[in-house]
T-cell receptor
């Protein structure tokens, strides 16, 4: 079992719809959870992070975390063609020498069509 | 505009040659990470440093790869000898490990990693 799993997609949604991206992780001690967006040929860029159970909203983006289910998701409201990219879920390990180390999922390819 | 810089951006070399990639982390950051990204494997952590000390290089093939941080403003990743299977995009990322505020890092987000533009390596 991979440490961080994502559905590779591609996930295709129409413009204006809600895109839902999901991620599960295996390390129960994980403390921080990150969503990165990566356009083709570019480097990953941070969208948002979440550390406590529940929802965290930032503009059109909402991250949801459920530590009991070891599940984190990203919702993109009013999806735009410019949101078309690969979305990477990353999980930060608990303390010790692994402090700060992120484990990334394989990424979900999102396509928003006009 | 603080950002991670990497050189070179592109490198084409022949099998057996030495390759050196360089990274300048964001000023003030004390952690540096080297990742490799391929279509098959995704984003893999090769090595990481905190306060210039290597903490974890378990993801790196030790026989041909080496990572160093000669000073706080420069991290290097070397491959010697290079092989075609090393062809990938190599990213450097930097972050801050510790408390900048009264909040723990997971609350303030100070443990966020910021990525450089990457070095696209092709080994023929």
């Amino acid at each position: 079992q991979k440490e961080v799993e994502q559905n590779s997609g591609p996930l295709s949604v129409p413009e204006g719809a809600i895109a839902s991206l999901n991620c599960t992780y295996s390390d129960r001690g994980s403390q921080s959870f990150f969503w990165y967006r990566q356009y083709s040929g570019k480097s990953p860029e941070l969208i948002m992070f979440i550390y406590s159970n529940g929802d965290k909203e930032d503009g059109r983006f909402t991250a949801q975390l459920n530590k009991a289910s070891q599940y984190v998701s990203l919702l993109i409201r009013d999806s735009q063609p410019s949101d078309s990219a690969t979305y990477l879920c990353a999980v930060r390990s608990a303390g010790g020498t692994s402090y700060g180390k992120l484990t990334f999922g394989q990424g979900t390819i999102l396509t928003v069509h006009p | 505009d603080a950002r991670v810089t990497q050189t070179p951006r592109h490198k084409v070399t022949e099998m057996g040659q030495e390759v050196t990639m360089r990274c300048q982390p964001i000023l003030g950051h004390n952690t540096v990470f080297w990742y490799r990204q391929t279509m098959m494997q995704g984003l893999e952590l090769l090595a990481y440093f905190r306060n210039r000390a290597p903490l974890d290089d378990s993801g790196m093939p030790k026989d041909r790869f080496s990572a160093e941080m000669p000073d706080a403003t420069l991290a290097t990743l070397k491959i010697q000898p290079s092989e075609p299977r090393d062809s990938a995009v190599y990213f450097c990322a930097s972050g801050f490990s510790g408390k900048l505020t009264h909040e723990p890092p997971e609350m303030s987000g100070t443990d966020t990693q910021y990525f450089g533009p990457g070095t696209r390596l092709t080994v023929l």
